[in-house]
Each structure stands twice: as C-alpha cells, then as structure tokens.
C-alpha cells in the first residue's frame, strides 16, 4: 500500500467511528479534522508537508475511485492540476467546502480488513474470461452497514492485530482496544503527554510543558 492508500483507510476509520461512512462531508474535514498532517504523517509514512497535501490533492481528484468530489468542474480541475509540469499540491484549499462522498464498494472492503481494498478496474482492463465486478459505488446513494466499535476493534480469528498509529507497537488483535499496550496512547485523537495531558509531536521523547519522558520514539 502507498500513502494514497493508507490515508484512504485512516479516512474510513475515522468515519466510521462518528457513523458518517453514508453521509457527504466538506473536503476540509479531511486535512483538518479527520487525518491532519501533524498526527498522522508517520502513519501515512510521508516524508513531507508537501507529499502530505500532494496525497490529499490525488484523493480528493478521485484517484483510483476512492472518493468522489463535487461540483465536477473542481474535482476535474484535481485532475489537470496533478498531470501539470508544475503542481500546486495546496490548490484544494481553496475549495474548503467541496462536499466529498466515499466509495461503499471500498470502504467495506477496508472495513472487513482486506489487505487490498480499491475499487475494482473499470470495465476492459480485466481478462476476458473473468466476471465482472461490481461497478464503483458511492455512498450518497448506497449506504455503507455501519461496523461497531472502533476501528481496533477486530474479531478473533488468531492473526496479528493492527499496528498502533503512534508507537507502531502491534495490537492485540482478539479484543476490544482503548489504549495501545506499548505507549498507552488512545486509537484515535491528539497525541498526548501521558503525564500531564498536553498535546506532543509524534517523535518528541520529552514533553515540553511538563519535561517528563514521553516514552514515544
């Protein structure tokens, strides 16, 4: 999986926990609430802000039919932007209130923890012989079941939990999880001093309000 990919999940898990998978949502919720750079850049192994915005802008251009953005006019303007000598990868934040749709076929994919989870090739790429898959599927029209608990939340089948979004410590995988057992940091939020609360940067080792030790690498 690429970043692409990896923020796609984050995006689902992130909506799944407020119930919004069927709902359209401004395309700002997705850089500044749903998956912010700053708390998730090693999750999204991003090397910079710029690669960060380049991933938003690719999203939010609908590749690899992940989401869909309207009106079209700007969704298509996504596109020409990316295939230019010269990208401005922060364009989309002119458009703060284009309202984005998820892909049903693919956040269910994602949701029931399938290693690959984007939407089938369109019609004619696939070998002759093979049946057709079912065409891309928007949740403005379809909603998605809703999945309960959070997005750690996995049911036994005796396989390797997820990996935390902080520490990258793997989690259990048969039961519920509120805190990672390796930096004891909740599934989803801000990153916080475990010893008086206040929001950290992911690599900082040392808390700079309080001076203790963040346990974070």
């Known amino acids: ?107 269910e994919r994602f949701l029931r923890g399938e290693s690959i989870y984007a939407p089938p090739p369109a019609p004619g790429s696939e070998p002759v012989d093979e049946p057709e898959e079912e065409p ?7 909603p998605i079941p809703v999945v309960s608990g959070t997005a750690f939340e996995i049911e036994g089948d005796g396989r390797p939990g997820p990996q935390c979004a902080y520490c990258g410590g793997v989690l259990p995988g048969d039961r519920k999880v509120n805190f ?7 599934p989803s939020g801000e990153l916080r001093c475990p010893a008086c609360g206040v929001e950290v940067d992911v690599g900082w080792a040392y808390c700079i309000a309080c001076g ?4 974070f690498e």
């Open 1 to 107: 999986m690429d970043e692409l990919d990896l923020m796609f999940g984050r995006l689902v898990e992130m909506l799944a926990q407020d119930v919004r998978l069927a709902t359209p949502f401004p395309a700002a919720d997705v850089y500044e609430r749903l998956v912010p750079y700053r708390s998730n850049r090693s999750r999204l192994r991003v090397a910079t802000h710029q690669d960060y915005e380049m991933t938003v802008l690719r999203l939010l251009a609908g590749e690899r039919g992940y989401v869909r953005l309207e009106p079209d006019e700007i969704r298509e303007g996504f596109q020409r932007e990316i295939t230019g000598v010269n990208p401005d990868p922060a364009i989309f934040r002119n458009f703060p209130d284009s309202q984005v749709m998820i892909n049903r076929l693919a956040a």
């Open 180 to 186: 990672c057992p390796h930096c004891g940091q909740p």
């Open 212 to 215: 203790r030790s963040t346990g």
């Open 136 to 142: 891309i599927d928007y949740t403005s029209e379809n």
